[in-house]
């Protein structure tokens, strides 16, 4: 259990049953039952309160030395029966839902402005907006780096954007993704790396399919032609006659032609985002699923981290080609068990 504004170590909590999940996406949650009302061992009055205050908390899985997640508290139910209670908990990139670029009783025209920014230097700028307050605004969250480039935009608080809302428009624009890695300052204490990355990769680990031991379980391929495109129609920012449009394509039978929206990009920017999106929908979609992660000493839950890039070599499993396949893990779910469930995609993707 550490402190959500600083990410300090506050107690060490045992859980009697856990359900978790983390994501390079954010959706990431966690469940987990704490017996609190043990003849031998019961927790006194306010305790729950102290121990679980939902926003100020944060819940830190470890594996040795090393956290796993650390998800925000967000609620918790009281079993009396059961004498427990189930807390559950979420990514701390989802607090972009609740920050706007200023305060509530912040003038209309209190406005943030970024120009001539990489997506790494934008996206600094946003967090950076969404903790300069105060003490009371801050998380421990170490800023990516900032670099020169052609992003830029201005969000005025009339607007009523959300910084999540901001992220999202630089990562469209950019095909990039915002990553909260969270690491140890010693101790039990965390912070996160926010990584930025197009996309976020860390590291590549080797697998062979055809080896008779490999931490690997549940390995399925799919070549997929449910989203393939021939052209496309961006739809933009705007209404009517007057919503810009980009196109792009290569016609060629049977024709799939269609639209996809991008409701806050315009010229430049939009025709990037529709460039990408055909590029990555122009031919068959190769897919990849890996069901399930046994941790072992020489196996540990870091290498399935999210963003962790795997590198599986295929011999001999047709229809799979032989040769080496990059792929990269977005998402890590299990409970207390050695066993993790993963999501993986094409490292390309």
């Known amino acids: ?33 704490i017996v609190v009302n043990d003849e031998d061992a019961p927790w006194g009055p306010g305790t729950v309160d102290q121990v679980f205050e939902g926003n100020a908390r944060m819940i830190v899985r470890w594996w040795g030395d090393t956290p796993i997640y650390a998800h925000k508290i967000d609620e918790y139910e009281y079993d009396d029966d059961k004498g427990a209670v ?29 120009a001539g920014k990489s997506a790494s230097g934008a996206i600094r700028a946003v967090l ?8 009371e605004w801050v998380y421990p969250i170490d800023l990516p780096p900032d670099g020169s480039g052609d992003v830029g935009g201005g969000w005025a608080f009339w607007e009523k954007y959300r910084i999540s809302d901001i992220i999202k428009q630089i990562e469209d624009r950019t095909g990039s993704e915002t990553f909260l890695r969270v690491y140890s300052t010693g101790g039990r204490d965390v912070r996160f790396q926010a990584v930025v990355g197009a996309p976020v990769r860390f590291g590549r680990t080797a697998f ?5 031991q490999s931490p690997l379980s549940g390995v399925k391929f799919r070549k997929s032609w449910r989203r393939t495109v021939t052209g496309i129609l961006g739809v933009g ?19 799939r032609d269609t639209k996809e929206s991008f409701p806050d990009l315009t010229g430049d920017a939009l025709q990037q985002a529709v460039t990408r999106y055909y590029n990555a929908n122009s031919g068959p979609l190769t897919q990849w699923s890996v069901g399930a992660f046994t941790i072992s000493d020489d196996y540990p839950p870091t290498l399935a981290l ?35 469930k993963t999501e993986v995609q094409g490292a390309a993707s």
């Open 237 to 255: 920012n705007g209404t009517g006659k007057d919503q810009e449009t980009r196109w792009a394509g290569s016609p060629r039978g049977p024709i």
């Open 128 to 135: 950076a907006r969404m903790m300069q307050w105060g003490p």
């Open 1 to 33: 259990m550490n402190d959500a504004i600083t990410g300090q170590f506050r107690a060490h909590i045992t859980t009697s049953a856990s359900s978790w999940s983390t994501s390079l996406t954010g959706d990431g949650e966690s469940t987990e039952t």
């Open 208 to 212: 062979k399919l055809h080896a008779e």
């Open 86 to 114: 189930e807390v559950k908990a979420s990514e701390l990139i989802r607090e972009a839902d609740w920050r706007m670029v200023d305060g509530v009783l912040a003038p209309l025209d209190s406005n943030l402005t970024i």
């Open 306 to 340: 999210p963003g962790s890039g795997w590198l599986l070599e295929s011999k001999g499993k047709a229809p799979i080609p032989d040769g080496e396949h990059e792929l990269r893990v977005i998402k890590l779910s299990g409970s207390n068990s050695i066993q993790v």
